[in-house]
């Protein structure tokens, strides 16, 4: 498949890259005033993480923050915010053109840089680019962030938040700072196994572990912490798997009566799309979603080519559906029920 889509963020002309060092980042975070600290809308560990991180190491340092989440966050990842923590949410899209309480000195936008991720903050940001900056390792972004460092060699934003922390001169072994990159790095990797872990992965695990990070009890609390619905809903998924495109794409569906009957919500489904991609013969996963009545969610998941060779970009079979994502993530809306939007997908992959 081409990969010529264009992704909704695109700015024609602006390149998504650092602009600063960590030391000049860090030297804006230190004399920074009042910091809000923000990240994507749903957040997940990684967000959560250096968030977390970033807010923990500037308190250690005197310096005024506080992070404030947009969207749904898993209960589990919730519970890595400490009681110390200035942490406060935005579920819903506030009816307002002040998102934001109060004004902050500066703002730090940290695992995104894309203006899509960052409702219902993208317009109060716009007035003030010049006072954000940010901190990220994805490759694609905006021109969200005035000042940034953008590493994509790091696994994790958490991993490339240590480097400011460090020219800041913040101890990671204090303050359960460790925890949250911690946090960041395991849950980004795959829990260090997806190939982005490579040895520096490894060496910053060990010195987050050295300080204190307690990996056993980090794992627990968010991978084996699931509900019982949430099993419900994977039961009920798998046993509605079927097979497209000689069966290199898995397909799912989930309908108004499993949600009836299990009780679960929508946040407690995340990761389910990416079960079928155990299958060896599957290159492909989709999971369509009907929470509300005429209303059809759908998740897109694919596996890198073996061995450099090819793979289903899924950002572009979003894309026939008015969505978009990553060349192996990605997601898009119908509005319409279960069996209209499953009958268009098939035709998208016949
Ligand atoms: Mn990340």
């Known amino acids: 498949m081409s990969q010529a889509v264009e992704h909704p963020w ?7 890259e650092s602009n600063a ?5 860090a030297d804006r975070l230190r004399t920074g005033g009042d910091v809000l600290i923000l990240t994507h809308q749903k957040p997940d560990g990684d967000a959560l993480g250096t968030a977390l991180g970033l807010h ?17 966050i898993d209960a589990n990842l919730l519970s890595m915010v400490g009681e110390s923590d200035l942490v406060s949410r935005v579920e819903q899209v506030p009816e307002t053109d002040r998102p934001v309480p109060g004004e902050p000195d500066l703002v ?47 696994a994790s934003a958490t991993q490339a938040l240590v480097p400011v922390l460090d020219a800041l001169g913040v101890d990671l072994c204090g303050d359960r700072i460790a925890e949250a990159l911690f946090l960041g790095l395991a ?6 196994r997806f190939s982005s872990a490579g040895p520096e992965v490894y060496r910053l695990a060990a010195r987050l572990m050295e300080c204190g990070a307690d990996k056993d009890s980090i794992y627990a609390r968010i991978e084996q912490n699931a509900t019982p619905a949430r099993f419900a809903m994977l039961a009920r998924a798998l046993g509605s798997l ?8 898995a397909v799912m569906r989930l309908g108004l009566e499993d949600f009836a009957e299990t009780g679960a919500n929508m946040e407690e489904l995340a990761g389910i799309v990416n079960t079928p991609l155990e299958i060896g013969t ?18 897109f998941r694919s596996k890198p080519g073996i061995d450099g060779g090819s793979f289903v970009d899924v950002n ?33 992959l016949a």
């Not at 695109?10 to 998504?16: A, K, N, Q, S």
Request: with cysteine; charged share 25%; hydrophobic share 40%.
């Open 56 to 72: 923990r190491g500037l308190r250690q340092l005197g310096v005024a923050s506080r992070v404030l989440l947009s969207g749904p």
């Open 21 to 25: 060092t960590p030391a000049e980042v």
């Open 187 to 192: 849950t980004d990797t795959g829990w260090f």
């Open 108 to 154: 730090a936008v940290v695992d995104t840089g894309a203006w899509t991720q960052l409702d219902p903050f993208t317009d109060w940001l716009r007035a003030r680019t010049e006072r954000v900056v940010g901190i990220d390792h994805h490759a694609r972004g905006g021109s969200v962030a005035g000042m940034r460092v953008v590493d994509v060699r790091c």
């Open 282 to 299: 599957v290159r492909a996963s989709v999971l369509l979603t009907q929470a509300e009545q005429g209303r059809t969610k759908m998740s």
């Open 242 to 249: 079927t097979y497209a495109d000689h069966g290199a794409v």
């Open 316 to 348: 572009e079979l979003a894309a026939r559906f008015g969505g978009g994502g990553h060349v192996h993530a990605a997601g898009a809306r119908q509005d319409v029920g279960l069996d209209e939007a499953t009958q268009r997908l098939l035709e998208a």
């Open 10 to 16: 695109d700015e024609p002309g602006f390149v998504y």
